[in-house]
C-alpha cells in the first residue's frame, strides 16, 4: 500500500503546505471507435461529426410553423494525454473538503474499514463520472452494451489528484474530518495521521459577505488589500502547481455561501471595470469573485460550489477574455436533484404543478452559516430556479407569466450534524380540474452526497481542458483554427443548482436533459453519434 504523498517545502513556497498526491489510473478508455471518420494519432484522438438539428421558423402571412433539419461539420480534438493535475479547494477545511479528501486517500489506497454491519470497503458512489456507465450501442445480437462514464474518453481519474487548498481556519484537515463529523469514527482513526500533516492555505476573509457567526474560525486570513490579496492568490495557485510537477490545476469553491454582490455599473460589469474595483478596495468584491479572477488570470479553470454571484459580467467576460474556463453555481446534490427529476416528469406527463413547498433543516456548518438571512437568500435563489425552463417548455399547461407557487424554507438544528433533512409537496392539477399531491421526504446525508460531486466537476472541467473543436464548411478558403470551447462551461449543469451558462444561452435544468447532454458531447469527441432510446432495431422487421 503506497503512502499517499506529502509534499512540503520551505517556507518560502507557501503552495507545499499541502499536497497530496492520490493513484495512476488516468486516461483509461474502454474502447476505440472503428470509423474513417476517427483518427487516433499524435497523443489526440481527431473526430468529423455531423451536428444534426432543427431551425425552427415562422411564415409570416399564414403563421404556420416551419421546421428545417441542418447540419452543421464539426471536428474535435482531444488530448489524450492526461498528465499531472491538481484540485486547490477553497473552504478546504469545511465538511466537503476534508470529506473528499479522506474519501479519495481511502479509495487511492484500498483502507476498508469495521461498520456495525462487517467491513465496508471505499468506493465512489454518488459519483456520475466514477460510478454510472452509459450506452455504447448493441451487440450482434442486438443487446445493449454499456461501459463506464469515465471511459468515454480518457479523463483524469481522482485516484491521481493532488489535493490542496485555502480556509478561513488553520486547523489541519485530519482534525477538520473530525469536526465535520460526516465519515465513520473507524476510517477517521485509519485515514488521520496522513491528513493531520495537511494544513490549508491562509484564505480571503471579508466578514460582510458571510455571517457573523463564522468570525470565530477566521484564524488563518489574509491580511492588506484586495489586490495584495489577488496577487497573493495568484502566486499559491503558481506556487502550488510548480512545487507539485503540475500540468494544469482547477480551483474549486467549497466554502460557506456568500450574500449577493450587488452588480454595479463601473464596478463588476465588466472586466476591465472589475481588475479596478479589485485595485480600489470597492466593498463589492467578494472573496470568491477574488478567487475567480485570480483562477482566470493564472489560466487555472475556476468553478463555484456555492449559490452566491461569484461570477458577475465582469468575471466572465475575463474569462471569455483570457480563453479560461468558470463554471457555478452551487452542488446540486440531493433536494433540489430530486426536484429536477420530478417536475419535468411532472409537466411532460401533462400534469400542471400548481405549488411546490420546499423545506429542509441541517446542522452543519452550512446551515449555521445559512441561518443569516442575506446568505439565505443566495441559496434561495439558486434553488428557486429550477423548475423554470421545464415550465416554459409547456404552453398547454401554462399561460404566458404564469409559474408554479414556489416555497423554499432553511432552518439550523445543531442537533441533526451533516444529516439533513428534507420534505418537499408538490399539488399538481390533473384531470378535470383534480388535485394530486406528492409528499417526498429525504435524509440527506449533505457532505457524502456533495463531496462526489467536487469529484464529477473536476473531471468534467479537467476533460475540457484537454478539447478543442473548430467547424469545417465547404466554403472554407483556408483550414480553420482549433479552438477551445467557450468559457462558461455549461457541461457541467448536472452537478450544479444554477447553471452559469453563456450570455444569451438557455438555461436547462432538467435532469435528464443535463445528463444526455453531457454523455453526447463525450460521445462526439470520439465521433459517436447520440445516443437514443428509439430502438428501430426491436420495433421494426429486420
Not at 125 to 150: H, I, Q
Request: charged residues 20%; proline residues 5%.
Amino acid at each position: 500500500m503506497s503512502p499517499i504523498n506529502i509534499t512540503t517545502s520551505a517556507a518560502a513556497n507557501r503552495a507545499a503546505t499541502a499536497a497530496a498526491a492520490l493513484g495512476s489510473v488516468s486516461g483509461a478508455t474502454a474502447f476505440k471507435v472503428d470509423s474513417p471518420y476517427v483518427r487516433y494519432a499524435d497523443g489526440a484522438i481527431e473526430s468529423d461529426y455531423m451536428y444534426d438539428t432543427t431551425i425552427v421558423s415562422r411564415d409570416a402571412e399564414t403563421g404556420q410553423l416551419k421546421a428545417k433539419p441542418t447540419k452543421v461539420h464539426y471536428q474535435f480534438q482531444t488530448k489524450t494525454s492526461v498528465g499531472r493535475v491538481g484540485l486547490m479547494l477553497v473552504g478546504w477545511g469545511g465538511n466537503n473538503g476534508s470529506t473528499v479528501t479522506a474519501a479519495i486517500l481511502a479509495n487511492k489506497q484500498g483502507i476498508s474499514w469495521e461498520t456495525r454491519k462487517g467491513t465496508q470497503e471505499p468506493n465512489y458512489f454518488g459519483s456520475v463520472m466514477m460510478a454510472s456507465t452509459v450506452k455504447l450501442g448493441v451487440d450482434e445480437n442486438l443487446r445493449d452494451v454499456y461501459v463506464p462514464f469515465n471511459e468515454v474518453v480518457p479523463m483524469a481519474h481522482p485516484n491521481d489528484v493532488v489535493i490542496g487548498g485555502w480556509d478561513i481556519n488553520s486547523m489541519n484537515i485530519g482534525e477538520a474530518m473530525r469536526r465535520a463529523q460526516v465519515l465513520p469514527v473507524d476510517l477517521q482513526r485509519r485515514v488521520y495521521d496522513e491528513l493531520k500533516v495537511l494544513k490549508p492555505l491562509p484564505s480571503v476573509y471579508y466578514p460582510d459577505f458571510i455571517a457573523a457567526n463564522q468570525e470565530e474560525r477566521a484564524d488563518n486570513v489574509l491580511r492588506g488589500t484586495k489586490q495584495e490579496h489577488l496577487e497573493q492568490l495568484r502566486r499559491d495557485i503558481r506556487e502550488f502547481k510548480q512545487t507539485n510537477g503540475l500540468d494544469r490545476v482547477i480551483v474549486m469553491w467549497t466554502a460557506n455561501t456568500e450574500r449577493y454582490a450587488d452588480i454595479i455599473a463601473g464596478v463588476n460589469d465588466t472586466a476591465d471595470n472589475l481588475l479596478q474595483a479589485i485595485a480600489d478596495g470597492h466593498v463589492e468584491v467578494s472573496p470568491s469573485t477574488l478567487f475567480a479572477v485570480a483562477s482566470i488570470l493564472e489560466g487555472a479553470p475556476f468553478v463555484n460550489g456555492s449559490p452566491q454571484n461569484t461570477l458577475v459580467p465582469g468575471a466572465i467576460e475575463l474569462a471569455e477574455r483570457e480563453r479560461s474556463f468558470v463554471g457555478g453555481d452551487d452542488f446540486k446534490s440531493g433536494q433540489t436533484k430530486i426536484k429536477s427529476v420530478l417536475a419535468e416528469f411532472l409537466v411532460n406527463a401533462g400534469i400542471k404543478p400548481l405549488a411546490i413547498t420546499s423545506y429542509n433543516h441541517l446542522g452543519n456548518n452550512d446551515g449555521r452559516n445559512l441561518s443569516a438571512p442575506a446568505q439565505f437568500r443566495s441559496k434561495e435563489i439558486s434553488k428557486s430556479s429550477v423548475v423554470d425552463d421545464m415550465v416554459g417548455s409547456n404552453n398547454l399547461l401554462y399561460k404566458k407569466g404564469e409559474h408554479p407557487d414556489h416555497t423554499i424554507v432553511i432552518k439550523y438544528v445543531p442537533s441533526v450534524g451533516d444529516s439533513k433533512r428534507a420534505l418537499d409537496e408538490y399539488v399538481s392539477e390533473i384531470f378535470m380540474g383534480g388535485l394530486n399531491t406528492i409528499s417526498i421526504y429525504n435524509t440527506c446525508e449533505d457532505s457524502l452526497l456533495a463531496s462526489p460531486l467536487i469529484i464529477d466537476l473536476f473531471m468534467m472541467t479537467e476533460l475540457m481542458t484537454r478539447v478543442t473543436y473548430r467547424v469545417k464548411s465547404d466554403a472554407d478558403a483556408v483550414e480553420p483554427q482549433w479552438q477551445p470551447f467557450h468559457s462558461v462551461l455549461s457541461i457541467l449543469s448536472y452537478m450544479l443548482k444554477a447553471p452559469v451558462v453563456a450570455p444569451n444561452t438557455p438555461v436547462v435544468n432538467a435532469l435528464a436533459k443535463q445528463r444526455m447532454a453531457m454523455e453526447n458531447i463525450m460521445r462526439a469527441f470520439v465521433g459517436l453519434p447520440p445516443n437514443n432510446e428509439m430502438l428501430l432495431e426491436h420495433k421494426a422487421f429486420h
